[in-house]
């Protein structure tokens, strides 16, 4: 499976915008890239996924490089809340048993 | 109620002793699969199922036995627990055709 990386931490000011970055420079031409979270003594919950194109949803944005081997998780204003463990995990879209490989994540702290 | 659900929440057992930790969800989901996540290692893949009766084996799968005779339970034990399993384990769920993955609120099994 095509490998993530991601910086182990980052901090924020809340309502500041945030941009979360990954790389995965080894991505082959079916994988899409997820995102996931994980609050504080919760199970993980999907953010939002994507395969060439930016993507948009209530919870964020996902800016993907032309070249797909990076992207950014932006999340356009920071709450308190949206401090968490933010996982960039790449999925192959072609098989149905294709599974979610979870690495360590980015853990995002917001500063009131 | 529906959603996905774990049970027990909490437990506590001794070395050598059979365990079963309960998953449970409501959406009929084809895929299920159960994960584990201990410091330092993120989530890693258990065991899987795509369907009733058919299971595979993930990462880990060392120690822990599942089952699946119906769609909405997917059953994990330890066979004779461990210290090293003292972790918390969560369940998730994915239709056939989904891109996200909903997980369970997680137990946190401690082996003494």
């Known amino acids: 499976d095509a490998k993530t990386t991601q910086p182990n931490s980052m901090e924020s000011n809340e309502e500041e915008p945030v941009h979360l970055p990954c790389n995965h420079s080894?991505?082959?031409?079916?994988?899409?890239i997820h995102w996931y979270r994980q609050l504080p003594s919760q199970g993980p919950e999907y953010v939002i996924h994507?395969?060439?194109s930016n993507v948009n949803n209530r919870m964020a944005s996902l800016a993907i490089a032309e070249d797909r081997k990076s992207s950014t998780l932006i999340l356009h204003r920071a709450t308190l809340r949206d401090a968490a463990v933010y996982y960039c995990i790449l999925r192959d879209g072609t098989g149905a048993n294709s599974k979610l490989t979870f690495g360590k994540g980015i853990t995002l702290s917001v500063r009131p | 109620d529906a959603g996905i659900t774990q049970s027990p929440r909490y437990k506590i057992t001794e070395t050598g002793r059979q365990v079963t930790l309960m998953c449970h969800q409501t959406w009929s989901h084809s895929y299920m699969f159960w994960y584990r996540q201990d410091l330092g290692h993120g989530l890693r893949l258990i065991y899987y199922?795509?369907?009733?009766?058919?299971?595979d084996k993930g990462e880990v799968p060392d120690g822990y036995v599942v089952s699946r005779s119906k769609t909405e339970n997917f059953p994990l034990t330890l066979e004779s627990a461990t210290r090293s399993q003292t972790s918390v384990y969560f369940c998730?769920?994915?239709?056939?055709?989904?891109?996200?993955?909903?997980f369970g609120p997680g137990t946190r099994l401690t082996v003494t």
């Open positions: 199922s795509a369907a009733a009766d058919i299971t």
């Open positions: 998730a769920s994915r239709s056939a055709g989904g891109y996200e993955q909903y």
């Open positions: 080894t991505i082959s031409g079916t994988d899409y």
């Open positions: 994507g395969l060439t």
